[in-house]
């Protein structure tokens, strides 16, 4: 036997022939396989489920006040007066806050956003307002800080400042936008709008002032609020019985104050709580 | 063949081992999951097994990924998806089994047209769900096949089949591995084994953005504009042409690009409904606020089991939804007046608004335009996580450090067509931190163009580069 032609019958085997040109890899045709298109809905009718019936029962009211427990100085202005930032003469023009952790009355913390996890089955529709939302800038500083919208609620983005702003959103399951507003458009040029609702708040930044910083959250219902300057709340017509808040911060580590807060709703009444802020779980 | 006997002898044995050992599964290529997937609790990842006939097995987000978009080696054609995975998508309007002889006829949906040949046809729902079936003849005309071989289960009407599918995607599969791959990896991460090497890198289509775009700010990538890419590559970067390649393989690339976004869209989208509660990090943090960990994994179950489901369905509606709009003629940015001719005069507008505290192009590319505005030396927090960044400048959504381009070089990523700087500053740079500038009129757009293509030509910054005007450049220059 040809030996020579031997070694070249076995190279060829060992690099090409064997499986194919590079067995199973790169270049081999892939099998491919059709997945309808409904193949997780018809699972997905299931799970949504009948609307339960309306309990008995009149809707209570959910009140309470978010109380910071422990020590923990006010924090220092995010920008001071005449401070040498860019565009200062816009941007340091007042003492801007830190708005991470704002604290009132009794210790409450401000800008904690409370609300329904999921939508009650026994709930009221949300009613989207026809108006916009005017969410305003002013100094360098979104206002308000905290905002909770309705899915579908237009919102148009105001600007006080003589300098250019852009409104950068980041969402999870909405479209993200990134617009420049332009200086000092008090008619709400850059407007959008949240089609779904949103599990937790999210950053909305500006991209020419990297200290800007707000947070949004859409919801698909109605039971939610943010608390007021001293840590105050209230959510009414809650439908009596048990409900999961969850309540948000944006100063608390992994963001949340309590991630399943049970309450349970009195009928007619108003059911009051405290929710304690440790500052332990601050991270500042 | 020059190799000596002893050559010979060295030879034989390691290649006999290749030859019987060597098979084929160690050249597998496979998908691999994003770090945000591996992050989540394994019983997130990996879902929960069958216990008893009453309590089905529960899909994690592997999964999930997995059942709709399959591996390399055998992938799977969601056909929820925009994607054209290549064949006839039909339904079955009759079937019948006489004497041994299968007949189906099927049709197709209006407007749309049976394919002239047909070897095969794959069942996609009914009771030979997953069976390729295939066909001895076939009449384009009715619609008329006849299968080889009586199938081992009744077909009926309305099931849904796809005749001679997948040839698209194999096809795209194939082209990409060969020529994409290297650097923007098997499953689109932009990690290839080149990747590394490469200053700016390759794109990760997972998070579905594209930065170059010829549709609005809120809009996905056309497929014109994935096409485009391929046919010219990304000036200033390591993209190159691939205008050799037949319209055919360009077509395959462009859906199969498409396939591996949407899949690293659903992934990310998929781990954005569940990250915030049980990624590792927020178990362990949960646990350490007191819950169990047992209560925790309960709680999970009963959302794989249910929401997620419905999530995972809506997520797929809402790409599906996305990307077909962003291939409409709608998505596209038309300026709403033709280009200002190019003068002095509107050079020396478009820079004043270029400087201007309205557009503040200055910020990021500099007074004089060399990409170095004050924001390129600001350090600045991740907006999503709150952490800040080890390097001071501008990052994207893929964490990349992004120097905002120099103009004065003449490269232009997006293409230096007029139009094409207008869309970057009408829609931005998707994924980075050049935002739209959809609301300036756009007339001041193009005065800003032309103003950006004098800019190479500056005798010095700030001359708009025609003697004609240059009393009125002076007056505003810094």
Avoid at chain 1, 26 to 46: C, E
Avoid at chain 1, 132 to 155: A, E, S
Avoid at chain 2, 64 to 74: A, E, V
Wanted: hydrophobic share 35%.
């Amino acid at each position: 036997m040809n030996k020579p032609y031997f070694t070249a019958v076995l190279l060829s085997l060992a690099l090409g022939a064997g499986c194919g040109e590079y067995p199973g890899g790169a270049y081999v045709q892939p099998r491919v396989s059709f997945v309808a298109a409904d193949s997780s809905a018809a699972a997905a009718d299931g799970a949504a489920g009948e609307e339960a019936a309306a309990e008995s029962g009149t809707p209570g009211v959910f009140s309470g006040k978010v109380v910071l427990k422990g020590d923990q100085t006010a924090l220092a202005p995010l920008i001071t007066k005449g401070a040498d930032v860019k565009d200062k003469e816009v941007c340091a023009a007042v003492d801007v806050p830190d708005e991470r952790l704002v604290v009132g009355e009794g210790n409450g913390v401000a800008n904690v956003f409370v609300y329904l996890a999921k939508a009650p089955k026994n709930g009221k529709k949300l009613e989207v307002p026809a108006d916009p939302f005017f969410f305003d800038q002013k100094n360098c500083r979104f206002l308000p800080h905290c905002l909770i919208v309705p899915t579908g609620q237009t919102i148009k983005v105001l600007s006080d400042d003589s300098v250019a702003h852009n409104t950068h959103t980041y969402p999870n399951r909405n479209t993200g936008i990134s617009s420049v507003v332009s200086a000092g458009d008090r008619v709400g040029q850059v407007e959008f709008v949240y089609s779904k609702a949103e599990t937790a708040p999210f950053a909305v930044t500006c991209d020419f002032h990297g200290w800007m910083k707000a947070y949004h959250l859409p919801l698909d219902h109605p039971y939610y609020a943010v608390t007021d300057a001293n840590g105050g709340f209230s959510i009414p017509e809650l439908p009596a019985g048990k409900h999961t808040f969850v309540v948000w911060h944006e100063a608390a580590d992994g963001n949340y104050v309590e991630r399943k807060l049970v309450v349970e709703i009195q009928s007619g009444g108003t059911t009051e709580l405290q929710i304690d802020y440790p500052v332990e779980k601050l991270k500042l | 063949m020059s190799l000596t006997p002893s050559w010979n002898r060295f030879l034989l044995l390691p290649m006999l081992t290749a030859v019987v050992a060597g098979g084929c599964s160690e050249y597998d290529s496979s998908f691999v999951y994003s770090e945000r997937t591996t992050s989540l609790i394994p019983e997130a990842q990996d879902g929960f097994k069958s216990e008893s006939e009453a309590a089905p097995a529960i899909s994690g987000v592997k999964q999930l990924l997995d059942d709709r978009f399959g591996d390399p080696q055998d992938l799977k054609a969601w056909l929820k998806l925009p994607v054209e995975f290549g064949g006839t998508q039909s339904a079955v309007a009759e079937y019948s089994a006489v004497e041994g002889v299968a007949t189906v006829k099927f049709s197709v949906e209006e407007g749309k047209s049976l394919p002239e040949t047909a070897s095969s046809v794959q069942v996609v729902s009914g009771a030979l769900a997953g069976e390729t079936l295939l066909i001895s003849s076939w009449d384009p005309k009715t619609g008329q096949a006849t299968l080889e071989g009586l199938p081992s289960k009744e077909i009926a009407a309305g099931d849904s089949c796809v005749i001679d599918g997948g040839t698209v995607m194999q096809s795209g599969r194939v082209l990409y591995m060969r020529h994409c791959s290297h650097c923007h990896g098997t499953s689109g991460d932009g990690a290839g084994p080149t990747a590394q090497y490469l200053n700016p890198r390759p794109r990760d289509y997972r998070h579905g953005i594209f930065k170059f775009t010829s549709t609005t700010d809120v809009s996905k990538a056309s497929r014109d504009d994935i096409k485009r890419v391929l046919q010219y590559g990304i000036p200033g970067t390591y993209m190159p042409s691939f205008l050799l390649l037949t319209d055919s393989e360009i077509h395959a690339l462009v859906e199969y690009v498409r396939f591996l976004s949407l899949r690293g869209e659903y992934e990310r989208k998929l781990v954005n409904e569940l990250a915030g509660d049980f990624s590792q990090k927020a178990v362990a943090t949960r646990t350490e606020g007191g819950e169990s960990r047992d209560a925790i994994v309960a709680e999970l179950k009963e959302m794989l089991a249910s929401d997620i489901v419905e999530a995972a369905s809506s997520i797929g509606d809402g790409m599906a939804e996305d990307w077909t709009v962003s291939d409409t003629e709608e998505a596209v940015i038309v300026p709403s007046v033709a280009r200002v001719p190019d003068s002095a005069e509107s050079r020396r507008r478009g820079r004043e608004l270029y400087l201007s505290k309205t557009l503040n192009c200055a910020d990021c590319h500099g007074v004089d335009g060399a990409g170095n505005g004050p924001q390129t030396i600001a350090y600045e927090k991740n907006p999503i996580t709150g952490e800040p960044y080890n390097e001071a400048g501008l990052h994207d959504v893929w964490d990349n450090l992004n120097q905002p381009r120099n103009l004065h070089t003449g490269i232009y990523r997006g293409g230096r067509r007029p139009i094409d700087l207008f869309a970057r500053i009408h829609a931005g740079i998707k994924g980075s931190r050049m935002p739209s500038f959809k609301n300036t009129p756009h007339e001041d757009i193009w005065h800003v163009v032309n103003y950006v293509l004098s800019i190479p030509f500056e005798p010095e910054p700030g001359a708009t580069g025609v003697p004609v005007a240059a009393p009125a450049a002076a007056a505003v220059a810094p």
